[in-house]
């Protein structure tokens, strides 16, 4: 009986650090019970965080790296789970499958934002399909995911659509910086804004601009806050992507890495500002009362009045903030705005930018 438990064969999982990880993670039991019931044999998992997959930057090479991990831990079959975006020549690479080595990988990006636990299980099951070389009830590809057979070390491609595919990548590459955690990274410009919205809730001039400024006024004041910060983080800690030596040498890739940075610091800047929103609004009904407001602004100050008040308030707190902000080190901007990889690839940048001067 303990032989037969020790023949259970195990599907190995390679993830980059951070959203593969939970990815992996988050997909394996049910993959194994996908593959239980295909087979009729029981099957394990094993999730291997490596961050050494962080420093190649292929297919090829990703896909070597995958097969030496197969071999060294005797795994049945292999599949790496990475956040590099990998380009053809005219479209995205979603997926590789060497089915003589027994081993695949999926560039998660490539899925895009939504549901990327459901469609990394369903690309997993279709990579877990070619491996086996299983022919029966094979589910041919869906949406914009193309998938072609040709000769060579690499003998199955998926592929996305071209228009549809560039969104979805870089919607992908977006969610893996996850710009919603750049509010608690940015620790310097938090304290700043918040410093500065504490300092507007007490200032009679700011209560009175917010209450007269048309809702297009405000709007632009505060479309103007957001890109003020947002540039001014890319610009003073050198986050824009240049083609050349030291940098990325595909124009597409730094059109891609400059966009999904400019599309995750605004995301992420609008997150700040939500929260010095929310804590001005609370600050403001808290500590303010109606009838001094009221009167400083020459008319009864309802609930209108406050949310006109907070917004003024952070939208001048984002300024502080921006300025906040240039006291953060480069590394800590990059760890905030950025997942694993690609934080580890700008730093790498940065280091043989700084040994060249």
């Not at 030496?68 to 599949?79: G, T, V």
């Not at 690499?154 to 590459?173: C, E, F, H, K, P």
């Not at 710009?179 to 007490?202: K, Y």
Request: net charge positive.
């Amino acid at each position: 009986m303990a032989e037969q438990e020790q023949a259970d064969r195990v599907l190995g999982l390679v993830t980059d650090p951070d959203m593969p990880t939970q990815v992996g993670q988050r997909t394996a039991e049910r993959t194994t019970d996908w593959l239980s019931r295909r087979t009729n044999e029981r099957w394990t998992i094993e999730v291997h965080c490596d961050p050494l997959t962080a420093g190649h930057n292929t297919s090829e090479d990703l896909l070597d790296s995958v097969d030496a991990h197969r071999r060294e831990r005797n795994w049945d079959l292999a599949i790496c789970l990475t956040d590099l975006p990998l380009l053809l020549e005219r479209r995205p690479l979603l997926a590789d499958v060497s089915t003589k080595r027994r081993v695949a990988l999926v560039s998660l990006p490539a899925l895009g934002a939504l549901r990327t636990y459901h469609r990394t299980y369903q690309m997993m099951t279709r990579l877990l399909e070619d491996l086996r070389q299983d022919s029966t009830e094979r589910r041919p590809p869906v949406g914009p995911v193309h998938r072609v057979q040709h000769d060579g070390p690499v003998d199955i491609r998926y592929t996305t659509a071209r228009v549809r595919g560039w969104l979805r990548l870089v919607s992908g590459m977006v969610r893996a910086n996850r710009p919603w955690q750049l509010v608690w990274g940015l620790s310097s410009a938090l304290a700043a804004a918040l410093a500065a919205a504490g300092f507007g809730l007490f200032t009679s001039t700011v209560w009175q601009l917010g209450d007269v400024l048309s809702p297009l006024r405000a709007l632009t004041t505060t479309v103007f806050a957001l890109a003020l910060m947002t540039v001014w983080l890319i610009a003073a800690h050198g986050l824009w992507e240049r083609v050349g030596r030291g940098a990325v040498r595909d124009r597409r890739l730094a059109v891609l890495y400059n966009t999904s940075t400019i599309t995750t610091l605004s995301l992420g800047v609008a997150c700040l500002y939500a929260v010095v929103y929310v804590v001005s609004l609370t600050g403001a009904l808290a500590l303010i009362d109606a009838s001094v407001l009221g009167k400083m602004l020459g008319h009864p100050a309802d609930g209108a009045a406050y949310a006109r008040l907070a917004w003024m308030v952070a939208s001048m707190a984002m300024i502080a903030g921006a300025l906040g902000s240039s006291l953060e080190t480069d590394a800590a901007v990059r760890q905030a705005a950025y997942g694993y990889r690609e934080e580890r690839r700008r730093a790498q940048h940065a280091k043989e930018k700084d040994q060249e001067d």
